[in-house]
């Protein structure tokens, strides 16, 4: 019966927008500390997992409502601490042995971006964003690389506000780094996913275009097919 709570608050929480459903800021901030954030960790058994994927859907309602994160997050200095909790069960949730709670937190990423979160925060994120390219599940890694794509459009939109965030996502350093992994899998037997890390590596290129060419270049001879990188040098 529990368990089937979260179902109904998720159906809640989808409907955030409509006239029939609204939340104000506190109670909010009540569900999340209180029921989606703790149930969203990891607990020792079967049916704590169970409420784990219950509690995991919920915090991506939450996540992909813009009205809800608004009116909760409408500054840096707005509930830090809770924030802070959200990002470090977000972050946990992609070193889980279950893959719909890890699929469910890359596609978190995009979001996650356009909170003002500190750069501590921005930066593990994207380690273990990165981190998902290696995944066993070929939906995951391709959702990993879908998540890179929207981030970097979001960046150039004006979407990422937070200037921390922005730093992160575009330090030459990281992002050669991230750019040197997505070519190795760009170099994938899956088609899909090729494709995937391509469309992310375009966007990439648009914040620092030498260095994708740069670095598509050295590896260009190594790939089994130019047809991806012959496409980035042509920018």
């Avoid at 279950?98 to 995009?110: E, G, N």
């Avoid at 930066?123 to 981030?151: P, S, V, W």
Wanted: charged fraction near 25%.
């Amino acid at each position: 019966n529990n368990l089937r709570l979260f179902t109904v608050l998720n159906t809640f929480i989808l409907s955030a927008d409509s006239n029939s459903v609204a939340f104000s800021p506190a109670q909010l901030e009540i569900l999340l500390r209180s029921v989606i954030l703790p149930h969203s960790n990891w607990w020792k058994g079967q049916c704590a997992l169970q409420f784990r994927r219950a509690a995991s859907g919920c915090l991506a309602a939450v996540m992909t409502r813009q009205s809800l994160r608004k009116s909760l997050f409408t500054s840096p200095d707005a509930e830090p601490g809770l924030l802070s909790s959200l990002m470090e069960t977000v972050v946990g949730c992609y070193d889980t042995d279950d893959a719909d709670i890890r699929y469910s937190a890359v596609r978190l990423a995009p979001h996650c971006v356009v909170l003002p979160i500190t750069a501590d925060h921005t930066k593990e994120m994207m380690k273990e964003l990165m981190a998902k390219f290696d995944d066993a599940r070929d939906l995951i890694r391709i959702g990993t690389a879908n998540a890179l794509q929207t981030i970097y459009c979001q960046l150039l939109q004006g979407l990422v506000q937070e200037q921390r965030v922005k730093d992160v996502l575009t330090d030459r350093s990281l992002l050669q780094e991230w750019v040197k992994t997505c070519l190795i899998h760009m170099d994938d037997t899956n088609g899909e996913l090729q494709e995937a890390v391509y469309h992310a590596l375009l966007e990439m290129a648009k914040i620092h275009k030498e260095l994708v060419c740069d670095e598509t270049s050295k590896v260009r001879f190594k790939h089994h097919t130019f047809y991806w990188c012959d496409k980035l040098l042509a920018l």
